[in-house]
């Protein structure tokens, strides 16, 4: 798709007397359409592809442009074709809404003052001056999608949806099934690459084609405040690979755990609140060495251990790691801090404790390698135990770096931050005083 040649390129290659050569051939309903023109300022990517698709898959990176694609796209159905009765699916409501619909990249922010269709938010429905229709729906409802029937359909960011208890296929099975309006459905379905079933499915099917990139393809759109954000939360990890270069991860053999497993225990939703939290701690060996791993983790009544936050920190001086460590405590309300000692000793305790007297702390000893120890860790991220309440890049490639029998393939020289979340979930799950208690507020 990098090498399509689209009417913004050929535009920006244009010299400045054949730019006004043909501005001057617009009439003034022509100059007031222009902005509204799509082709006419889109990349490559953002284009529906040639030939006999039935599923339009963009796989690229955060802020390659997929909910403007899919605006424009759902917009020029609905202006060419009256009856044209539309799908909208998110991962729920209110996301479809904020983003799909009034977002600002969404569809009413696409169309025309005088072509925009009226939003009827009870009803969950857009119409279009001219007849067409779109419906909102969310795709933790499944059995909402039973009955209604569509012509077409945009899916957005179907990475994200929900795979507790398989809602997200059954979600997209029951918009399958009720795709039968008109004489040439199509779905168009937007993501972030993840390795979640659904996007897998989609990818295994002859009637899918595939377009997509990296976030790069977008910059001329992109504050550069968004990319300084992004090379912060990803630089220098493989998923950014996945987040910015709209790469599908593939996972190494023989890991403890894999992509696919991970994104099945994603749940940003964070479940019930923890009743118990515990800051893992694997301190550097020696100073200006490997980073401090610092992972915040918590268990809630129902048994499910979270993975709430990845407070480690890069090459830090004694003083610099245990401030980070004493800071995550309090902002997480820590009931415990567990740090490794075979490195350090009694001066881990001292470090830890200059930084804040009152720490809980509890000093462990490593009598095991760290994969044999991250090995009843990753069982239970197998018996779906753990959610993690968000994405943590670094953390995650190095969970994905630990072999089945001892080794290391991941970034760095250490999986620090792994050893930390292993700490944190074995003093939660594993140790004696693994059931959760309510705590003093």
Known sequence: MA?????????AEAEPEQRDRFARTLDQNEKNEWDFDFPNTAHAGQLPPEGDWRCWLILAGRGFGKTRAGSEWVRAIAERDNAARIALLAASLGEGRAVMVEGESGILACCPPGRRPAFEPSLRRLRWPGGAEATLYSAAEPESLRGPQHSHAWCDEVAKWSNAHG?????WDNLQLGLRLGHD??????????????????????????????????????PQSFIRAMDREYGGTTLARQELGGELLEDIDGALWSRSLLETCRDEARGDPPQRVVVGVDPPASERGDACGIVVCG??????GQVLADCSVEKPSPETWA???????????????????NQGGQMVASVLRAADITLPLKLVHASRGKVARAEPVAALYEARRVRHAGLFAKLEDQLCGLLVGGGYEGPGRSPDRADA???ALSELMLGKSARPRVRRV
């Open 167 to 171: 809602k997200a296929l059954a979600a």
């Open 421 to 423: 979340l292993v700490w």
């Open 323 to 341: 401030r980070a460590v004493a800071e995550a405590a309090r902002a997480w309300q820590a009931d415990r801090v567990v740090a490794e000692a």
């Open 3 to 11: 090498d399509r040649e689209t009417r913004a390129g050929l535009f």
């Open 299 to 304: 268990l809630g009544a129902s048994g499910i």
């Open 185 to 222: 459905q199509r779905v168009l379905a937007t993501t972030t690459p993840r390795a979640v079933p659904l996007v897998r499915r989609l990818l295994e099917r002859d009637d899918v084609a595939v377009t997509g990139g990296a976030t790069s393809a977008n910059t001329g759109n992109l």
